[in-house]
């Protein structure tokens, strides 16, 4: 059973950084591709990045130059590095295993019914 726990949400100011962090256990093969994901609210959740199991990486236009998606196999741990927040970026970050490999959106449509509870980022103006 594919689980994931996020951590690494917190309270910055805007311009600051924080780095989220996910812990994947579960699965029992390294080739499969990670997203991360943000519900806002009265939103829904949308994609922000995604990292294939060869390292192929995509990013949505708003969060572009500002984060860093990685992965440490190793560790079955998934990363987003979030420098220059806005506050636009205040919601809740959920990872999610990807049934598609990562090169574009069509990745985020292929996430695994295994969220975890997300972490909260909140960005103060």
């Known amino acids: 059973q594919v689980q994931v726990v996020e951590s690494g949400g917190g309270l910055v100011q805007a311009g600051g950084s924080l780095r989220l962090s996910c812990a994947v256990s579960g699965l029992t093969r390294d080739d499969y591709a990670l997203g991360w994901f943000r519900q806002a609210p009265g939103k829904e959740r949308e994609g922000v990045s995604c990292i294939g199991w060869s390292g192929s990486t995509y990013y949505v236009d708003f969060v572009k130059g500002r984060f860093t998606i990685s992965r440490d196999n190793a560790k079955k741990t998934l990363y987003l590095q979030m420098n220059n927040l806005k506050p636009e970026d205040t919601a809740m970050y959920y990872c999610?295993?990807?049934?598609?490999?990562?090169?574009?959106?069509?990745?985020?449509?292929?996430?695994?019914?295994?969220w975890g509870q997300g972490t909260l980022v909140t960005v103060s103006s």
């Open positions: 999610a295993v990807l049934a598609l490999n990562c090169y574009n959106e069509r990745a985020f449509n292929h996430a695994l019914d295994a």
